[in-house]
Structure formats: C-alpha cells, structure tokens
C-alpha cells in the first residue's frame, strides 16, 4: 500500500480495514491480524498499527480479547452503519467538488447516473 | 533508554557533535536525519562507545556507556567490516564469537529472507548483498539498541523493501532503534519519531504521527523545511 506521507498513516490504515470489514472482505467476528503482523503486512511502525486497533475499537469495528487478539464485531448493524457513513463521507468529497467546478446539482445527478449531459 | 547529555565532539576546532541534548526511549523506531556531515555518525560512534566525546556524556540506562554497555547495542557502522577472504557463515561465526547476544538462528533466518546463503564469500558479494549481509549480522543480536548508520545506501528498491520489513520484525517494545538515512521517504512509514540535526545540533526530536495531524507535512517535508535553505 502506498501511502499519503502528509497525513497520519494510522489513518490510512484504518480506513483501509474499515473499508475491508464494510463490505465483508473481514467478516463479522473474524480474527484480525496482530498488531505486529499488521505493521509487517503494512510496513508500518508497530506503534502506528496499534493505533489502527485503538482507533477501530473506539468507532465499535472490532474488539480485544485479552490474550486472543483483535475481533471484528459482531455487530451486523454497527458495521452497516460505518459502511453508510463511509459513502455519505464520499458523497460530500465529492459534491464539494462539483460546487467548486460550478456543476450543479441536477447536473451532478446526471453524471452519478451516466445519463449523458 | 539512551540519553545524550550536552554532547559534544571536537575534531580539532571543528564541532563535529555540538551540545546535544537528546533523550531516546525504548518501544520507538527514530529516523535520525541531517545531510552530510551534520553529526550523525559521530554520534552514533560514541552512543556506541566507539569514540569518546569531548564534553558532556551518553548515558544507556543511567550508566555512561563503556565496553559494558557494548554488549547491548549493537551498531552497524557504515564502512564495510568484513575480511574478503570470509564467507557469510564465517561472519556469522565471528559475531557469535564476539557478542554473547547473537543468534545463529536469528542469522540464518534473515539470511534466508535476504536471500543470501552461507557458501557466499563477502569478496564477490554485490554492494546490496553487502548490505543485506550488515544489516542480517547486526540485528541477529538479541540487543537492547540497535542502530544503523545509512542502512539504505546503494540498494535496489526491492532489497530496500526487504530490509524495511526485516527492522520492522525487530522493533519490539522493549528494543530501541536508531536508524539514519538520506533515504527520507524510506523510513517515513517505519519510523515512528525523527531526530532532525544541523551543524552538530539537536533541531528536534518529533512524533511523525502528531506532527502529520497537527502541521500536514510529511518527515521528507520537513526535513526540506530544515535543511532547505542550508547548505548541503
């Protein structure tokens, strides 16, 4: 993966797990990787990986067992949710780029429909 | 961990390392970034107890380093160290000789991820195999410090990948590493703090994570912020 070296890779990492269990690449309650095998799969400093896992718990996408590692939720409705919240997000990058452009909204539509414009 | 105390090297009138003040703890990579001659290596040099400072002193946990404190940081110095008529399984036998702390195990492991095999004599090595072959023989210790003086220097791509990922397996909570390179963008991800020096002189010791959340720049950023309008 190769990152943005402008903004935090925590981050980065985080949106791409958040990404992989929002749309069932990780499943509910699957195993995670561990924090070290994750800054190796990554190759990201060990600290950052924890972060990742600190901030993941902190949105409810997954879940430390003491001794048996980091669990994805259970929690079907709470991973819908972050899934949504994900696409409103993308939603609002992208709009806020058609406003600089000057595209209108309808025109906006049209082009998230592919009706020629 | 290590901690410098208003070091300073003189090399005849000339500050080489300049008061600096610098505390380094366990649990973190540091990236130690300057351009030529900033003081890098010789401090390194005498946080291994290689060379002694001229004023103030290096400190590894309380006691000032010495030939006791070698025995737990293991350094890679820049310059090539090995005999030519050595094979890469002599090397690992001559640090295992040396350092009570290596493990044969550890060597072959990394040799292998390395690709490198122990019938290699050092004479026909590559300077990347060279390179790999430093760094295998280094952190096959078992130390408390580790630091690598310009890891990345005159290595492909793929074996600098490699190498990333063989520090990365030995940065521990418990360990300590020090790693300089004018490779920036290489230890921008592996690093979790960087100590910038100018001219002999501590510029700053920063976490990269707050510093990329709270100014948006990256470490290769800011070490153009530093160095840019100096001399290289």
Redesign the interface.
Known sequence: MQFDPMSPIWLQVMTALKTDIAVGKRLPGEKLPGGRDLALAFSINPNTAARVYQELEKEGLCETRRGMGTYVTGDADRIAAVRWEMARQAAERFLSTMDTLGVSRQEAARLILKEDV | MLESKSVTKMFGTLAAVDHISLSLEK???YAMLGPNGSGKTTWMKMAAGLIKPTSGQILFQGQPVNIESRKHIAYMSTEPYFYSWMTVKDVGKYYADFFDDFSYDSYLDLLRQMELTEEMKTSTLSSGMMAKLKIAVTIARDAQVYMLDEPFNGIDLLAR?EM??CI??Y???EKLLLVSSHLV?EM?????RAVFIQKGKLVENVDL?EM??EM??????RYRQIYGHTEE
């Open positions: 649990g973190h990579v990948d990333r990922r990365l397996q940065a521990t909570e963008e921008e991800a592996v690093a979790d994570e990329r959340t948006g720049v990256s470490m290769a950023d």
